[in-house]
Antibody, heavy 112, light 107 residues
């Protein structure tokens, strides 16, 4: 079974950057589309970005285009989300998702 | 972007009740829809994909139906662990979009 573990969240000032990581302990990472979903405190789920298995296709929600970059390293079974120019609206728990399996999430707080 | 709506936004029900949640898309999405359950303080869990296919390990009291613009999640006999928030997700067109959620609580 796929197990996903996110890391890299924390407190960052507005305008700052953060890089999230997600490690997949399963055996099919290199064959799977990978997704980031976020959830602001007390709010619903928001799909953020996804990437195909070889990294040639990347898709983003409009609100993060030009600021966030999704990437992956199939040799390390890892997915990343580079987040730049962060604003308070980016404060959320960020989940890594694969084949319907979700990690436990990592909290990103953007505040001065 | 495709807009997803859910009804009701919340409902109160008792253990053993049959529950129905509806999700509507602003344009046709074939059967490219999933249903997710989120218990308080936990990560979401996928229940249904492709509108009607039960995720492995999910109890058979959950079922999904629909295609095009209207979809339904049914719980045949509500159990204590089913009190949660349920979301639909369309995966037909980018950006993928979630519905706003339906909270199911105890009557």
């Amino acid at each position: 079974e796929v197990k996903l573990v996110e890391s890299g969240g924390g407190l960052v000032q507005p305008g700052g950057s953060l890089r999230l990581s997600c490690e997949d302990s399963g055996f099919t990472f290199s064959r799977n589309w990978m997704t980031w979903v976020r959830q602001a405190p007390g709010k619903g789920l928001e799909w953020v970005a996804n990437m195909n298995p070889d990294g040639s296709q990347k898709n983003y929600v409009d609100s993060v285009k030009g600021r966030f970059t999704i990437s992956r390293d199939n040799a390390k079974n890892s997915l990343y989300l580079q987040m730049n120019s962060l604003t308070a609206e980016d404060t959320a728990v960020y989940y890594c998702v694969s084949l319907g399996n979700w990690g436990q999430g990592t909290l990103v707080t953007v505040s001065s | 972007d495709i807009q997803m709506t859910q009804s009701p936004s919340s409902l109160s029900a008792s253990v053993g009740d049959r529950v129905t949640i509806t999700c509507r898309a602003s344009q046709g999405i074939r059967n490219d829809l999933g249903w997710y359950q989120q218990q308080p303080g936990k990560a979401p869990k996928r229940l249904i994909y492709d509108a009607s296919t039960l995720q492995s390990g999910v109890p058979s009291r959950f079922s999904g139906s629909g295609s095009g613009t209207e979809f339904t999640l049914r719980i045949s006999s509500l159990q204590p662990e089913d009190f949660a928030t349920y979301y639909c997700l369309q995966q037909n067109s980018y950006p993928f979009t979630f519905g706003p959620g339906t909270k199911v609580d105890i009557k």
